[in-house]
């Protein structure tokens, strides 16, 4: 995210001193170049792996972004050659790369830094064994000690992963090592960071025993969508709109995650989570911090994680009662989803019948701060909805003087700013014009601001984003330990109401709806109603 | 509102601008062959500037009457919010590679096309123009974004003060770029004019008939918004790949001390260029194809603050050498044009650079191949790495879509011609004096 070209001052604080900038950078398309650097995928027989990082490493190789010395080592279990894991890296690209058909000889000379290494996560001896490849690695392809681990496993193994990270002497960077050898390590993991407070503190304890905390990489595929990028551009690089960004002009804000689809085949894993630790938790509650932060001192990784962590203190952690009245959980029944019937999630594979976990999840949640005190914040998840939409959207105070309500002439509906995430990212503002012709007739209409229309330019995948950025050590797309924690501190209360019984009833919608009734009257309660993106 | 003319019409019998301008105005309209129409192309003889307006004013509310399905979003199709672009076509060989190449954008089409057809010396009606609107899907295909093309033949008088023409054509608060395909007219007030009312002029170097004067008027020209040039954009990969070399840090100090550049690049082909412009073909030969490799090689000098020292070859044949004073060392520069088939005349085939170290010399080596590129270094007394990268030869669309998207000025670029200006002038001197 960081704008400059060549990196000349440490960006991310583990502690490895930058170089002199190269003077040819300057001004080229690929203006931020990582240092050379070995990628150890732990996991790298999974679904991530073919899903999103081979394509996302192809895409950046085949952009120009990736060093020539960059090497790839897939760490796992299961029994592979070099030339399978090529193969199942290879496969990814051809089935998920947005940059297909693939280029035979690109890709050949890419796979000639692609290493396959086979060990038990729990083997001290089989991480023994991958340090003595990466420092081969290191000799032969010049990739300087600068090591990149990404765990794509699930959350139970990250302890004994980054415990045997530590034993085998892979974490410290620069200095901190044992040969005080020159480079660096990092270690890129995936959410959920924990199941709620307790078990993400541990996790965070676990992962700061062995790294520091500028050394650790908690990825949120959402802040590397260049939409939830650019919402900070909105904000602070126009004049025109942070002035209005408070309780004096803002009547209330609603953030919407929603997915057209069920379970997909992830029915054991979802029946433990929920919408609340698998959406609210990290990808919605980092879009409410991401829009309602104030402005950074500069736009580094330390400032702007400082700002959405304030974001995140300031909002109102709910007692029992309190949740009863602002949190609605629902969960699907059979129901047509764009033309297609789906089953009950309960009919759904590896749920339990009496499943009481939700696929939906709407909150109504304060900010206690100068900016929003009394400002509403409704935010809205969930699995099998009307329509797929991820975004923002803010509904501006009425005029004070309700000047054209007179006998006979609808009220004018308030205006409403709305910024897309996904699909069909951009930006929309309502207001309310006078509709052509004698008499004074007022209609809202659009103003509409879409990246396809205005940027002639695809935009990368956002694990591309963040691989990228994880290498040049530029931190600040994502999350930090505190952050985390206190995001799980904000939805704990949550948790354990629904655990006790006492956080109100599942509520049940039909699949294709907006979810269900309750969540409708959570907001009409307050005069207000949710949008239909 | 007239039906389309022209197709088939006999040139017997008009005068030789006559002739030239119906050649023109055929090859331009294939744009109303576009399958994706939003409505009827419409053209008019002998018609006004605000006949024009008021026509493409009408075009989207005549695209919105279809009964389309209208959402919070909008229609399912809407004009592109990008930019105007004015582009002038002065002879027919540029209209068919002005039209191929804006069809060729896609759905990086400028939101509006005003293609120029100036004909000062001609009499008969001042005004002709068509208008012709069309749309790409995007994204996931269930919508479209949709772009106008206005072709304006303009005659006599006013022809000489086209800058007047077009301002009220223009889509307000969009930039204006300002594509001038062929050898721009340096010294003509219509250029001035028309770069004047641009956020940024387009061209390529590599059409210049006297490179040394275009870019000495490039040097010169103080635009708001800068320069794209086309030749700077197709060296895009070059200039990648040889700034990866030095990226990695223990490499990088072999910069201040390179001492040799050998650049080779593409000439016609002695048996005959088999890359001369077929009728159709929208890419004809460039006709300064030393364009590229002395950018190539004066940005490397700029950035590295490399000084002319001393003519070794002047210019002769496409090649030349020259000495350079380096941080560190003299550098030997040598410019090479190779005849072949093989890539678009101008294009670059190799570059070698090599450098004194301390355990030797060190090469750092760039061949293309076909659309790739095969890269070695041989430093620090390892051996010689060999890798493939993409290398592709740009579409002059994809050129032109790219100078789209960036908007400031190119300080990097604006010194490179800089010091091309110098270099050239040093070989040109040379080979006059002796």
């Given at each position: 995210?960081?704008?400059?070209?060549?990196?000349?001052?440490?960006?991310?604080?583990?502690?490895?001193?930058?170089?002199?900038?190269?003077?040819?950078?300057?001004?080229?398309?690929?203006?931020?170049?990582?240092?050379?650097?070995?990628?150890?995928?732990?996991?790298?027989?999974?679904?991530?792996?073919?899903?999103?990082?081979?394509?996302?490493?192809?895409?950046?190789?085949?952009?120009?972004?990736?060093?020539?010395?960059?090497?790839?080592?897939?760490?796992?279990?299961?029994?592979?050659?070099?030339?399978?894991?090529?193969?199942?890296?290879?496969?990814?690209?051809?089935?998920?790369?947005?940059?297909?058909?693939?280029?035979?000889?690109?890709?050949?000379?890419?796979?000639?830094?692609?290493?396959?290494?086979?060990?038990?996560?729990?083997?001290?001896?089989?991480?023994?064994?991958?340090?003595?490849?990466?420092?081969?690695?290191?000799?032969?392809?010049?990739?300087?000690?600068?090591?990149?681990?990404?765990?794509?496993?699930?959350?139970?193994?990250?302890?004994?992963?980054?415990?045997?990270?530590?034993?085998?002497?892979?974490?410290?960077?620069?200095?901190?090592?044992?040969?005080?050898?020159?480079?660096?390590?990092?270690?890129?993991?995936?959410?959920?960071?924990?199941?709620?407070?307790?078990?993400?503190?541990?996790?965070?304890?676990?992962?700061?025993?062995?790294?520091?905390?500028?050394?650790?990489?908690?990825?949120?595929?959402?802040?590397?969508?260049?939409?939830?990028?650019?919402?900070?551009?909105?904000?602070?690089?126009?004049?025109?709109?942070?002035?209005?960004?408070?309780?004096?002009?803002?009547?209330?804000?609603?953030?919407?995650?929603?997915?057209?689809?069920?379970?997909?085949?992830?029915?054991?894993?979802?029946?433990?989570?929920?919408?609340?630790?698998?959406?609210?938790?990290?990808?919605?509650?980092?879009?409410?911090?991401?829009?309602?932060?104030?402005?950074?001192?500069?736009?580094?990784?330390?400032?702007?994680?400082?700002?959405?962590?304030?974001?995140?203190?300031?909002?109102h952690e709910m007692s029992t009662d309190d949740v009863a009245a602002n949190v609605v959980r629902g969960q699907y029944v059979s129901g047509w989803v764009e033309g297609v019937k789906m089953p009950s999630y309960r009919d759904e594979p590896e749920i339990a019948p009496d499943s009481d976990t939700e696929t939906y999840v709407a909150l109504r949640l304060e900010i206690g701060s100068w900016r929003w005190a009394g400002v509403p914040f409704y935010v809205r998840t969930g699995k099998a909805l009307s329509t797929r939409a991820t975004e923002v959207a803010v509904q501006f105070k009425s005029p004070p003087l309700a000047l054209f309500n007179r006998a006979g002439v609808p009220q004018i509906e308030p205006n409403i700013l709305a910024i897309r995430i996904q699909p069909d990212e951009g930006i929309l503002i309502r207001f309310g014009a006078k509709v052509p012709g004698q008499g004074m007739q007022i209609r809202s209409v659009n103003m509409d601001f879409r990246y396809g229309f205005s940027f002639a330019v695809d935009s990368p995948d956002a694990y591309e984003t963040l691989l990228l950025d994880a290498m040049v050590g530029d931190a600040s797309l994502f999350t930090r330990d505190d952050e985390v924690e206190r995001a799980w501190a904000i939805l704990d209360p949550v948790l354990k109401a629904w655990e006790a019984g006492a956080g109100g009833p599942v509520h049940f919608y039909g699949a294709g709806s907006w979810g269900p009734p309750a969540a409708d009257e959570l907001l009409a309660r307050d005069g207000r109603s949710w949008r239909k993106p | 509102m007239t039906a389309q003319p022209h197709e088939g019409e006999q040139p017997s019998g008009y005068s030789a601008d006559a002739e030239r301008e119906l050649a023109v105005h055929r090859r331009l309209m294939r744009f109303g062959d576009q399958e994706s129409r939003v409505a009827p192309v419409w053209s008019e003889k002998g018609t006004t500037v605000a006949a024009v307006e008021d026509h493409l004013a009408s075009l989207w509310t005549l695209a919105g009457d279809d009964g389309a399905r209208v959402t919070e979003k909008g229609l399912p199709h809407a004009r592109a919010s990008v930019l105007n672009l004015i582009v002038t076509v002065p002879d027919e060989p540029l209209a068919v590679r002005v039209v191929s190449t804006l069809l060729g954008l896609g759905y990086r089409h400028p939101s509006r096309a005003i293609v120029l057809v100036a004909n000062p010396d001609r009499d008969g009606p001042w005004l002709d123009a068509s208008v012709s609107a069309h749309c790409h899907a995007i994204h996931d295909a269930d919508e479209q974004v949709c772009y106008e093309e206005v072709i304006l033949t303009v005659r006599g008088e006013p022809a000489e003060h086209l800058d007047g023409i077009v301002a009220s054509l223009l889509i307000h608060d969009l930039p204006t770029l300002v594509w001038w395909p062929g050898d721009p007219p340096f010294a003509d007030a219509i250029f001035d004019q028309l770069v004047e009312m641009g956020d940024r002029l387009i061209l390529d170097s590599s059409d210049f008939g006297d490179l040394l004067l275009g870019f000495r008027r490039l040097s010169t020209l103080r635009r708001r918004s800068g320069i794209a040039d086309l030749a700077w954009k197709r060296l895009g990969w070059w200039q990648e790949l040889t700034a990866q070399f030095f990226d990695a840090p223990r490499f990088r100090r072999y910069l201040p001390n390179l001492n040799r550049v050998i650049i080779r690049y593409a000439l016609p082909s002695s048996k005959g260029n088999q890359k001369a412009p077929a009728k159709d073909d929208p890419m004809p030969g460039v006709s300064s194809p030393l364009a590229q490799a002395i950018l190539y090689a004066s940005w490397i000098a700029n950035r590295l603050e490399w000084k002319r020292h001393s003519t070794v070859r002047p210019l002769e044949a496409g090649s030349l050498a020259l000495s350079l004073e380096g941080r560190y060392a003299m550098v030997e520069l040598r410019i090479e044009g190779v005849p072949t088939d093989t890539v678009l005349d101008g294009e670059l085939l190799s570059v070698r650079l090599r450098a004194r170290g301390e355990t030797g010399a060190a090469e750092f080596i760039i061949d293309r191949d076909g659309e790739e590129a095969v890269i070695a270094s041989n430093a620090d007394g390892m051996t010689a790495q060999l890798r493939r990268a993409r290398m592709e030869l740009p579409s002059e669309s994809e050129l032109l879509a790219s100078t789209m998207v960036a908007g400031q000025h190119d300080a990097v670029y604006e010194g490179a011609v800089r010091a091309a200006g110098v270099f050239l002038a040093a070989a040109r001197a040379s080979e006059e004096a002796g």
């Amino acid at each position: 995210m960081t704008t400059t070209s060549q990196p000349t001052a440490d960006l991310s604080g583990d502690g490895v001193a930058k170089t002199i900038a190269n003077p040819l950078r300057e001004g080229l398309r690929a203006g931020r170049m990582p240092e050379p650097c070995t990628m150890v995928i732990c996991g790298a027989t999974g679904d991530l792996t073919e899903r999103k990082l081979g394509p996302a490493l192809y895409n950046l190789l085949l952009g120009g972004f990736l060093p020539p010395e960059f090497t790839v080592v897939g760490f796992a279990r299961r029994e592979m050659t070099d030339d399978q894991f090529r193969d199942h890296l290879r496969q990814g690209v051809d089935r998920y790369s947005r940059n297909r058909p693939i280029k035979e000889s690109i890709w050949d000379s890419f796979a000639q830094g692609i290493v396959y290494h086979r060990g038990d996560f729990d083997d001290a001896k089989a991480w023994e064994s991958l340090r003595s490849a990466l420092d081969r690695i290191d000799r032969d392809r010049g990739t300087a000690g600068n090591r990149l681990f990404y765990l794509a496993v699930p959350p139970t193994l990250y302890p004994e992963i980054v415990r045997q990270l530590g034993d085998a002497g892979l974490a410290p960077s620069g200095e901190d090592r044992p040969d005080q050898r020159k480079g660096w390590s990092r270690v890129i993991v995936e959410k959920p960071f924990g199941f709620d407070l307790t078990s993400a503190r541990r996790l965070n304890q676990e992962l700061r025993h062995v790294f520091a905390e500028e050394q650790i990489y908690r990825i949120d595929h959402y802040l590397g969508k260049e939409t939830v990028q650019n919402l900070a551009v909105f904000r602070f690089g126009n004049g025109l709109f942070e002035p209005i960004w408070n309780r004096r002009y803002i009547d209330s804000v609603q953030i919407t995650v929603a997915e057209t689809v069920g379970v997909e085949g992830r029915g054991e894993f979802y029946d433990q989570t929920g919408a609340l630790r698998d959406i609210i938790q990290n990808h919605a509650l980092q879009l409410l911090a991401m829009f309602a932060m104030e402005p950074p001192v500069e736009f580094r990784a330390q400032d702007l994680r400082d700002e959405k962590l304030k974001v995140l203190r300031a909002v109102h952690e709910m007692s029992t009662d309190d949740v009863a009245a602002n949190v609605v959980r629902g969960q699907y029944v059979s129901g047509w989803v764009e033309g297609v019937k789906m089953p009950s999630y309960r009919d759904e594979p590896e749920i339990a019948p009496d499943s009481d976990t939700e696929t939906y999840v709407a909150l109504r949640l304060e900010i206690g701060s100068w900016r929003w005190a009394g400002v509403p914040f409704y935010v809205r998840t969930g699995k099998a909805l009307s329509t797929r939409a991820t975004e923002v959207a803010v509904q501006f105070k009425s005029p004070p003087l309700a000047l054209f309500n007179r006998a006979g002439v609808p009220q004018i509906e308030p205006n409403i700013l709305a910024i897309r995430i996904q699909p069909d990212e951009g930006i929309l503002i309502r207001f309310g014009a006078k509709v052509p012709g004698q008499g004074m007739q007022i209609r809202s209409v659009n103003m509409d601001f879409r990246y396809g229309f205005s940027f002639a330019v695809d935009s990368p995948d956002a694990y591309e984003t963040l691989l990228l950025d994880a290498m040049v050590g530029d931190a600040s797309l994502f999350t930090r330990d505190d952050e985390v924690e206190r995001a799980w501190a904000i939805l704990d209360p949550v948790l354990k109401a629904w655990e006790a019984g006492a956080g109100g009833p599942v509520h049940f919608y039909g699949a294709g709806s907006w979810g269900p009734p309750a969540a409708d009257e959570l907001l009409a309660r307050d005069g207000r109603s949710w949008r239909k993106p | 509102m007239t039906a389309q003319p022209h197709e088939g019409e006999q040139p017997s019998g008009y005068s030789a601008d006559a002739e030239r301008e119906l050649a023109v105005h055929r090859r331009l309209m294939r744009f109303g062959d576009q399958e994706s129409r939003v409505a009827p192309v419409w053209s008019e003889k002998g018609t006004t500037v605000a006949a024009v307006e008021d026509h493409l004013a009408s075009l989207w509310t005549l695209a919105g009457d279809d009964g389309a399905r209208v959402t919070e979003k909008g229609l399912p199709h809407a004009r592109a919010s990008v930019l105007n672009l004015i582009v002038t076509v002065p002879d027919e060989p540029l209209a068919v590679r002005v039209v191929s190449t804006l069809l060729g954008l896609g759905y990086r089409h400028p939101s509006r096309a005003i293609v120029l057809v100036a004909n000062p010396d001609r009499d008969g009606p001042w005004l002709d123009a068509s208008v012709s609107a069309h749309c790409h899907a995007i994204h996931d295909a269930d919508e479209q974004v949709c772009y106008e093309e206005v072709i304006l033949t303009v005659r006599g008088e006013p022809a000489e003060h086209l800058d007047g023409i077009v301002a009220s054509l223009l889509i307000h608060d969009l930039p204006t770029l300002v594509w001038w395909p062929g050898d721009p007219p340096f010294a003509d007030a219509i250029f001035d004019q028309l770069v004047e009312m641009g956020d940024r002029l387009i061209l390529d170097s590599s059409d210049f008939g006297d490179l040394l004067l275009g870019f000495r008027r490039l040097s010169t020209l103080r635009r708001r918004s800068g320069i794209a040039d086309l030749a700077w954009k197709r060296l895009g990969w070059w200039q990648e790949l040889t700034a990866q070399f030095f990226d990695a840090p223990r490499f990088r100090r072999y910069l201040p001390n390179l001492n040799r550049v050998i650049i080779r690049y593409a000439l016609p082909s002695s048996k005959g260029n088999q890359k001369a412009p077929a009728k159709d073909d929208p890419m004809p030969g460039v006709s300064s194809p030393l364009a590229q490799a002395i950018l190539y090689a004066s940005w490397i000098a700029n950035r590295l603050e490399w000084k002319r020292h001393s003519t070794v070859r002047p210019l002769e044949a496409g090649s030349l050498a020259l000495s350079l004073e380096g941080r560190y060392a003299m550098v030997e520069l040598r410019i090479e044009g190779v005849p072949t088939d093989t890539v678009l005349d101008g294009e670059l085939l190799s570059v070698r650079l090599r450098a004194r170290g301390e355990t030797g010399a060190a090469e750092f080596i760039i061949d293309r191949d076909g659309e790739e590129a095969v890269i070695a270094s041989n430093a620090d007394g390892m051996t010689a790495q060999l890798r493939r990268a993409r290398m592709e030869l740009p579409s002059e669309s994809e050129l032109l879509a790219s100078t789209m998207v960036a908007g400031q000025h190119d300080a990097v670029y604006e010194g490179a011609v800089r010091a091309a200006g110098v270099f050239l002038a040093a070989a040109r001197a040379s080979e006059e004096a002796g």
